[in-house]
């Protein structure tokens, strides 16, 4: 069923001035939703706060090259507390708001969700979720038609990334039909797909390309093949000159393993703790992010575990056989 977005449509009609977030570690969908829907309301004449609540990635400095538009949040986060309302993008988790999750839960101002995930929690206002969406990008461009605004070849070109990214550039189990549709409907507004994926796939730095060459090594299987995984270590980023940004499509290899059904990327954490990336052919990995407190989509979560990247990796291991045993005897 098609989202009521006319609750939002009354709270931006009321207020001048939005903060538009996303989650830690921002991606493609969740920046190009902050930046098409920023630019719609700026062309209706409204402010529009693009801020990012972790360090920009590398591989995504040429949306904002001069660091004009997207702003890093910092604690205390006093310049961004003269706002009307704040707009959540792309998640609906506090562990994926990072430090800003403290800052808005101080905030009084209206507060509005807009995500595809199916793990959510209370972020204390309203929430558009849509989990058959593709991308979160759907969703904004949903959003501006919902608002009557312009849709510019600027935003038209952010949201076709975001749905371009977010279905492995069309090739996931989530791209439909519509998909298509939609993608088709912003080139004609303007996106331009080519230099796009120029950008975000022909023009990985050398550092990166020696930080896949370290995690490919690394890579092992295990439940007689079913499972393949891999990992970075800190040191890893010295030695090959990467940076954390540098790790966003390596879980794509051991996906790519003939007869592997669940994929994993463990990522050792500065504070000692474990990041862990779950991709899946048909087993449920939202359901293994939550037992680690994580979560996200059916063929696609995440996690971040306390513990050193060994005994992370035993723990999750382990607990991924089991879902995989669980799911066969299930048939």
């Known amino acids: ?38 630019d719609a309301l700026t062309r209706m004449g409204k402010t529009a706060h693009v801020v990012i609540a972790s360090p920009l990635p590398p591989r995504y400095r040429f949306l904002d090259p001069d660091r004009t538009i997207i702003r890093n ?28 999750g403290e800052f808005m839960k101080g905030m009084t ?25 593709e991308a979160t990008g759907r969703l904004a461009f949903e959003i501006i038609r919902a608002l009557g605004a312009p849709l510019s070849p600027n935003a038209a070109n952010h949201l076709f990334m975001a749905l371009a990214t977010d279905t492995g550039w069309f090739r996931h189990a989530n791209t439909t039909a519509a998909t298509f549709e939609l993608a088709g409907e912003l080139v004609k507004a303007g996106a331009n797909p080519t230099p796009l994926y120029e950008r975000l796939y022909e023009a990985a730095p050398l550092a990166r390309l020696k930080l896949t060459g370290v995690a490919l090594e690394r890579l092992q299987t295990r439940a007689n093949g079913r499972i393949a995984y891999t990992e970075v270590k800190l040191a890893d980023y ?90 066969a005897a299930r048939g």
């Open 73 to 100: 949040f910092e604690p205390p986060g006093t310049i961004h507390r003269n706002v009307d309302a704040i707009l959540v993008l792309d998640t609906g988790t506090w562990n994926q708001l990072g430090e800003f």
């Open 1 to 38: 069923m098609p989202l009521d977005w006319s609750p939002l449509v009354e709270l931006v009609r009321r207020h001048q001035t939005f903060l538009l977030m996303t989650h830690v570690r921002p991606d493609a969908d969740g920046m190009g939703s902050q930046l098409g829907l920023a």
């Open 238 to 327: 010295a030695a090959t000159g990467a940076v954390p940004g540098d790790t966003e499509e390596l879980i794509n290899h051991p996906r790519s393993i003939e007869g592997v059904d669940l994929a994993m990327i463990f990522i050792e954490q500065t504070d000692g703790g474990t990041k862990v990336s779950f991709r899946s052919r048909s087993a449920d990995v939202s359901k293994l992010a939550e037992q680690f407190q994580g979560g996200g989509h059916k063929l696609a979560s995440g996690a971040r575990l306390p513990d050193s990247l060994a005994i992370a990796r035993e723990k999750v291991i382990a607990a991924a056989e089991k879902l995989l045993q669980d799911e």
């Open 109 to 133: 101002v209206p507060k509005a969700v807009v995500d595809h995930h199916r793990t959510q929690d209370d972020l204390g206002g309203l929430a558009f979720v849509d989990t058959s969406a």
